[in-house]
């Protein structure tokens, strides 16, 4: 099936679809680290290598297909290397989180926001195949995140960490998503070494590219899912009932997140 004409002279679906090809294909580098930091847990380790990783790479590999059909004069395979240049060594055990339940949870906010981002993009997308894609992608990170949780839940019984360590790891491996894996990702796919014609599109600047998709995330971010899977591991027994806790926590997560402005988090 060959994609849409219009698809081609998007700039905005080539660069979404090339970071996240990167992204996606970098998961070895994480399933090693995290392979160690979990070495006593062998259910886990079973999961992220028979499930996590095997899915992980199919979307990967779905993106990095699609763009070879789109954009054929774009060289993926060193431009990825580009990328790992940068990217690898931010995926070594030292920049982990410092316990095994936090580290869960930040995979949590990882697995929240790809999934939330391909949901968007599904609604976005004209393209039957790409929505198709999108919907496959956004139901797995749900499906990850659920583990990512059960994983969370069962470290922390032990760990107990508070309300504000947990708000502390949601918002700083938030802001990484978008200031270092998005960011790194983006970095080569405008350079012309990784181009064997003209772009059939008009070149986005990084800022450019945040702020388009920042816009598509208002329009069509789904807050209710957004919320609930961002903020259930904060719940913790009583005080999560009391109306002056959530009023604090739902200011600090709007500013976060201006998206989900005007949702109940
Ligand atoms: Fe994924
Ligand atoms: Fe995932």
Same mark, same amino acid.
């Given at each position: 099936m060959s994609a849409e004409p219009t698809v081609r002279t998007d700039a905005f679906t080539f660069y979404a679809l090339a970071t996240l %090809?990167?992204? @996606? %294909?970098?998961?070895? @580098? $994480?399933? %090693? +680290? *995290?392979?160690?930091?979990?070495? #006593?847990?062998?259910?886990?380790? #079973? &999961? *992220?290598?028979? +499930? &996590? *990783?095997?899915? @992980?790479?199919?979307h990967g590999r779905l993106a990095r297909t699609y763009i070879a059909r789109t954009w054929p004069e774009f060289d993926w395979q060193p431009a990825y290397e580009a990328f790992l240049v940068r990217y690898k060594p931010l995926c070594d055990v030292e920049y982990m989180r410092p316990s095994l339940a936090l580290e869960a949870l930040s995979r949590c906010v990882i697995e929240t926001e790809t999934a939330m981002i391909y949901r968007c993009l599904e609604a976005e997308m004209t393209d039957p195949e790409l929505k198709a894609m999108m919907r496959k992608l956004s139901s797995e990170e749900v499906g990850h995140y659920r583990y990512f949780r059960k994983t969370f839940d069962r470290y922390n019984a032990a760990e107990r960490h508070g309300v504000i360590r947990? /708000?502390? +790891?949601?918002?700083?491996? %938030?802001e990484m998503v978008r200031d270092e894996d998005i960011s790194i990702a983006f970095e080569p796919l405008s350079d012309a070494a990784f181009w064997r014609g003209p772009k059939p599109f008009k070149e986005m600047t990084w800022q450019e590219f945040l702020d388009v998709s920042g816009d598509m995330m208002k329009r069509r971010m789904p807050v209710e899912a957004a919320t609930r899977m961002m903020f259930k591991p904060l719940e913790t027994g009583v005080w999560w009932? #009391?109306?002056? +806790?959530?009023? /604090? *926590?739902? $200011?600090?997560?709007?500013?976060?997140?201006?998206q989900l402005a005007g949702s109940d988090a």
């Open positions: %090809s990167f992204v @996606e %294909s970098s998961v070895p @580098e $994480f399933v %090693s +680290t *995290l392979n160690v930091m979990y070495a #006593d847990d062998p259910e886990m380790r #079973d &999961w *992220l290598r028979e +499930t &996590w *990783l095997r899915e @992980e790479i199919e947990r /708000l502390h +790891t949601i918002v700083k491996r %938030s009932r #009391d109306k002056p +806790t959530r009023a /604090l *926590l739902s $200011f600090m997560v709007k500013r976060q997140y201006p």
